[in-house]
């Protein structure tokens, strides 16, 4: 068979809706495209758990520390999950995590921001866990059979971290005058990154129509985008704060909400690593890859020695 | 219908907009040495271990406690087992026509092959 019919064949299962497998024949831009999405994907979810990871200790109450734990814990399992799921394309776990550290692979930008305030980590649960609930619930249908199995187990996951975000919001919103200017500022400040998470405008795209041709993905960013203010602009009255956006408005006749246009100087600034934490997130992960070189060291020692007292037994 | 469209969201940055090559880093750690281990959780009694994913570990006691921490946070099993993926051996996706055709034309395997009267209820 040559790689035509091969194409053909793999074009075929896509349009059937049959998932493609490990070790189904794929042309090499559909592994390099999903290699390149799911590592990165991969490294979101770690990298995500520094700004989190920084309030555990500061968290305002035994229970809220609990809770935290837990979803930056989640984190880690669904960096796991994404790791596991893009080894099976043909790449090492140790690749992967050196494409990241030298800065080739990038992660969601969004995980460039600071978190100055308890309020951030509300606003993070429901504004960055929102966008990323989006386009993950679209992914749990994506072509590739174990990446789309690891979204629908992270999706299972993923509507707590919300919840919690949204009810961390609620309490502050009920609170004390500074309490409620706390919750106001953290919206302000997190809404437009959180726009930024859906990409440029479709307009502005290029190349990769192939992208929805081979089912990777299945809905446009501003489509997403779209659904994620909807959702937002009408979340926010229950909390009785306001979007920063003056231009945010109902429109009957699209019957969605206008709103205004996102500074994308930012977004390309943060993208190419001047975000304001870009350098400290990365020096954060190789600071944790290389002082954990002995715990590596040590494991892999202790296994051997094992081994050998089995095998003497 | 032709739409364009490139994420730039979770994982999605084309290389050359990222400004950045990749240099590969000095030792890289020994977590390469680390074997790749196969997951699989019996979720409650009475059921079949099914396969989740994968991890590395340094031996089998190690890839149960972190199937443990990775695989069932929620209470998602009461067993698990690991294998060394090396040990997985599997039928060839390029073949699975054959392989599996003898199967194809025995629909007589099947109960609904049989027209039976409505009175024979339950069969």
């Given amino acids: 068979m040559d790689t035509f019919d091969l194409e053909k064949i793999f074009q075929e299962k896509i349009d059937g809706e049959i998932k493609i497998e490990p070790k189904d024949w794929m042309p090499d831009a559909y592994r390099k495209t999903n290699i390149r999405q799911v590592s990165q994907h991969a490294h979101s979810e770690i990298v ?16 809220r520390k609990a809770i935290l734990l837990a979803k930056v814990q989640d984190e880690a399992g669904h960096g796991l999950y994404l790791y596991s799921a893009c080894e099976t394309l043909g790449i090492t776990r140790e690749e992967t995590i050196n494409d990241l550290h030298s800065g080739k ?3 969601s930008s969004i995980f460039n921001y600071p978190t100055l305030t308890w309020a951030d980590m509300g606003a993070i649960g429901w504004l960055v866990d929102g966008a990323a609930i989006l386009n993950q619930v679209m992914l749990t249908r994506t072509s590739y059979g174990p990446y789309a199995r690891a979204m629908v187990r992270i999706c299972k996951e993923e509507s707590f971290h919300q919840r919690q975000g949204f009810e961390i919001l609620l309490v502050l919103s009920k609170g004390s005058e500074e ?34 041709k081979w089912k990777i993905k299945r809905k446009t960013n501003d489509e997403l985008r779209q659904n994620f203010v909807d959702m937002c602009a009408e979340q926010v009255k229950i909390l009785g704060m306001k ?71 | 219908m032709n739409i364009q469209i490139r994420k730039l969201y979770y994982g999605d940055i084309p290389e050359e907009k990222g400004g950045v090559q990749s240099t590969p880093l000095g030792d890289g750690g020994k977590q390469s040495d680390w074997p790749l281990w196969e997951v699989f959780i019996r979720s409650k009694q009475g059921l079949d271990h099914k396969h989740v994913g994968s991890l590395h570990a340094a031996d089998a006691q190690m890839a149960i406690e972190n ?55 339950q069969m």
């Fill in chain 1, 179 to 212: 309490q409620i200017a706390m919750c106001q500022d953290a919206i302000n400040r997190w809404w437009w990154p959180s726009l930024m998470m859906f990409g440029p405008h479709d307009s502005e795209s290029t190349n990769s129509e192939q992208s929805m």
């Fill in chain 2, 67 to 121: 199937a443990r921490d990775v695989y069932t946070r929620r209470m998602e099993g009461v067993s698990i087992w690991v294998v060394e993926s090396k040990y997985i051996h599997a039928s060839n996706p390029e073949e699975a026509g054959e392989f599996f055709e003898p199967a194809v034309d025995k629909i007589y395997r099947h109960p609904t092959f049989y027209e039976l009267p409505d009175e024979v209820n």
């Fill in chain 1, 48 to 63: 995500g758990m520094l700004p989190e990871g920084n309030w555990i200790s500061r968290a305002p109450s035994l229970k």
């Fill in chain 1, 105 to 107: 692979a990038k992660y």
């Fill in chain 1, 243 to 313: 979007l920063p956006d003056d231009k945010l408005k109902w429109n009957d006749k699209k019957e969605h909400y206008d709103f205004g246009e996102i500074d994308w100087n930012e977004f390309w600034n943060v993208v190419k690593g001047n975000g304001p934490c870009n350098k400290q997130r990365l020096d954060a992960r190789k600071k944790a890859w290389e002082e954990g070189a002995w715990v590596r060291e040590a494991a892999a020692a202790y296994a051997e020695k094992r081994k050998a007292r089995q095998q003497a037994a």
